[in-house]
């Protein structure tokens, strides 16, 4: 990596968490030797984080790494949309073993949705690479020789394509930090991420980038699409176990079940306190208790229908579906359990011949209503109205504990 002549980067510092930038991010990683590691990397899809393979296994740091966090949009001390753990990450074997430019690639994958609210650039590759000489293409990212806290942008000419590796001889300036800093066409308006500057060109007096290829798409594509589920693939594909959303999501769950809001920041912190220090069946049942209403089983059945928007047979079925699971349950706790449990129940009806097209509509709503709620800066409760795409912000005083 190096600076090609004058030094042509632009600080990105007044709009760092607005699109597209909000995109772009700072990546840390942790290793079993205590060694940190800076790269940058980019929003490629709700909760993957497109970077090099250097922050998911390094060799020269004892492996994989033990703990990877990711910042969107950053700018010196503003973390506009909070930091987030990474909760599986992904390389290819070839990286593990080799460590060479050519694997130069993988994926952070996130316990929440962020990129709902931060948004996220397009993946594509280019067949022939040799097509993209005299090019210009740019990058973003967080060299650390500028602090390692603020984006810089550059652009530059494709001087010389080697299979995937594309050359620049005299532009395209890129320092330590900004490995993983995608390298982006613009088609028709449209940025699409087609390469990575390597960790493996460090030393190197041209400033080199992998190409995205058919292959490494495909692996990208093949690992965003399974990062939920437990993955069993030919790459590195650590989980870290501590880290999960499934509290929060369970909160959102209730309260967009009860109350058909999305909570915010600060209503998911005070009860995401509750269910760290007593479960989250505890914090159900605060919520329950939050209203006087809600003692009654009817009034909380009704709210229940309606914020889900069943109408007719559905209404019906699901209605004694909820009679039953409210009635076997004698304490405040088991209530808070029940509605819960129907809120998971639901979620899993995608495929459901009666309550596929709502179990559809409530889980978008829901992961809508978590990936703002986990964003520190969006303290207020909000209620979304779909059909017109406004908001209405909320007091959130009757749901603060």
């Given at each position: 990596m190096a600076i090609q002549g004058d030094d042509d980067r632009v600080a990105i510092t007044t709009n760092a968490g607005a699109t597209p930038f909000s995109?772009?991010?700072?990546?840390?990683?942790k290793f079993s030797d205590g060694a940190v590691v800076q790269s940058s990397g980019l929003m490629v899809g709700?909760?993957?984080?497109?970077?090099?393979?250097?922050?998911i296994f390094s060799s020269a740091h004892g492996g994989a790494a033990t703990q990877i966090q990711v910042t969107p949009g950053r700018y010196l001390d503003q973390k506009p949309f909070g930091v987030f753990d990474a909760s599986t990450i992904s390389a290819t074997v070839e990286w593990q073993n080799n460590s060479t430019l050519t694997d130069d690639y993988g994926l952070i994958s996130l316990g929440n949705d962020i990129g709902y609210v931060t948004g996220w650039v397009e993946m594509g590759y280019v067949s022939t690479p040799s097509t993209l000489t005299d090019y210009t293409l740019s990058t973003v990212g967080y060299p650390t020789d500028q602090g390692g806290n603020t984006l810089y942008y550059s652009s530059g000419t494709v001087d010389q394509v080697?299979?995937?590796?594309?050359?620049?001889?005299?532009?395209?300036?890129?320092?330590?930090?900004?490995?993983g800093s995608p390298v982006v066409i613009n088609s028709a308006g449209v940025d699409v991420v087609l390469g990575l500057v390597s960790q493996a060109t460090e030393t190197s007096i041209q400033n080199r980038v992998l190409a995205l290829?058919?292959?490494?798409?495909?692996?990208?594509?093949?690992?965003?699409?399974?990062?939920?589920?437990?993955?069993?693939?030919?790459?590195?594909?650590?989980?870290?176990?501590?880290?999960?959303?499934?509290t929060d999501l369970q909160i959102v769950r209730m309260i967009e079940l009860l109350f058909d809001q999305q909570p915010g920041y600060a209503v998911l912190e005070s009860y995401r306190k509750v269910a760290?220090?007593?479960?989250?069946?505890?914090?159900?049942?605060?919520?329950?208790q939050s209203q006087s209403q809600f003692s009654e089983d009817a009034f909380v059945i009704n709210q229940i229908i309606a914020n889900t928007q069943m109408t007719g047979d559905v209404a019906v079925v699901a209605e004694g579906a909820l009679n039953n699971l409210l009635t076997a349950a004698a304490t405040e706790a088991a209530r808070g359990k029940a509605v819960l449990d129907a809120g998971s129940i639901l979620a899993g009806l995608t495929g459901n011949a009666v309550f596929g097209s709502y179990a559809v509509a409530f889980n978008t709503e829901v992961t809508n209503s978590l990936a703002y709620s986990v964003v520190p800066m969006h303290s207020d409760a909000r209620t979304v109205d779909v059909a017109v795409s406004g908001s209405v912000l909320q007091s959130t005083d009757w749901m603060l504990l």
């Open positions: 995109a772009y991010v700072q990546v840390a990683a709700p909760n993957d984080v497109l970077t090099v393979g250097d922050p080697v299979e995937n590796v594309l050359y620049f001889s005299d532009d395209l300036d890129v320092m330590p930090g900004q490995s290829s058919s292959a490494s798409a495909q692996n990208i594509q093949t690992w965003s699409a399974n990062n939920s589920e437990e993955m069993v693939l030919d790459g590195l594909n650590p989980s870290f176990s501590s880290v999960s959303n499934t760290n220090e007593q479960g989250v069946e505890a914090a159900a049942a605060v919520m329950i």
